[in-house]
């Protein structure tokens, strides 16, 4: 995929027409779609590597809105914008492409960090309670932790497995959420 990207992005700094024969992405895209992409892509790694800070910085809504602007939003939103400067839109209309993207793709992410803690591997499809697991702030923690300050001393020690059963009773408590084990 980053050799792909890298040949991609060639085409575009060369203002290539064509690759092995074929129309380049950029030429058949437009530049402007394969960069909103290259956006989207950027985004997600910084998304992820925002997921990996352990600072007290992470406790944040805001700073959890970023993350998940940039690892789930941006690809939504900027795909969005995409299609409306591929079919020809105004500029107006790619802006509420990636406004209404970038909505979608917020309410997905928190919507899938909800149901992470009710459900079970079987329901959703994939472990359930891994982000907790692997010391990942959601929503529903950070709003849980608005109740109970308490919390985020609990949360700065996840590698502890008790932990997460801490967390899962303090959520119950604020949100009315039953966890797996509950």
Same mark, same amino acid.
């Given at each position: 995929? +980053?050799?792909?990207? @890298?040949?991609?992005?060639?085409? #575009?700094?060369?203002? /290539?027409?064509?690759?092995?024969?074929?129309?380049? &992405?950029?030429?058949?895209?437009?530049?402007?779609?394969?960069?909103?992409?290259?956006?989207?892509?950027?985004?997600?790694?910084?998304?992820?590597?925002?997921?990996?800070?352990?600072?007290?910085?992470?406790?944040?809504?805001?700073?959890?809105?970023?993350?998940?602007?940039?690892?789930?939003?941006?690809?939504?939103?900027?795909?969005?914008?995409? +299609?409306?400067?591929? @079919?020809?839109?105004?500029?107006? #209309?790619?802006?509420? /492409?990636?406004?209404?993207?970038?909505?979608?793709? &917020?309410?997905?992410?928190?919507?899938?960090?909800?149901?992470?803690?009710?459900?079970?591997?079987?329901?959703?499809?994939?472990?359930?309670?891994?982000?907790?697991?692997?010391?990942?702030?959601?929503?529903?923690?950070?709003?849980?932790?608005?109740?109970?300050?308490?919390?985020?001393?609990?949360?700065?020690?996840?590698?502890?497995?008790?932990?997460?059963?801490?967390?899962?009773?303090?959520?119950?408590?604020?949100?009315?959420?039953?966890?797996?084990?509950?």
């Amino acid at each position: 995929m +980053i050799h792909v990207a @890298s040949l991609i992005h060639d085409d #575009v700094l060369d203002d /290539a027409d064509t690759r092995r024969g074929i129309g380049s &992405l950029n030429f058949v895209m437009g530049n402007k779609a394969v960069s909103l992409m290259a956006t989207a892509i950027k985004n997600l790694v910084t998304g992820e590597t925002m997921q990996m800070n352990t600072s007290e910085q992470h406790c944040s809504m805001e700073y959890y809105m970023q993350k998940t602007y940039n690892k789930t939003a941006s690809l939504v939103s900027n795909s969005c914008k995409a +299609i409306a400067y591929v @079919s020809n839109q105004k500029k107006e #209309v790619a802006t509420l /492409a990636f406004e209404y993207g970038k909505s979608v793709g &917020l309410a997905y992410q928190l919507i899938d960090d909800i149901l992470d803690f009710p459900g079970t591997s079987a329901s959703l499809g994939k472990g359930s309670l891994t982000g907790i697991q692997h010391g990942i702030i959601t929503a529903p923690i950070l709003f849980a932790m608005e109740e109970f300050p308490q919390l985020l001393s609990v949360v700065d020690g996840f590698d502890n497995p008790a932990n997460v059963d801490i967390v899962l009773e303090y959520l119950g408590k604020s949100h009315g959420i039953q966890g797996q084990g509950s």
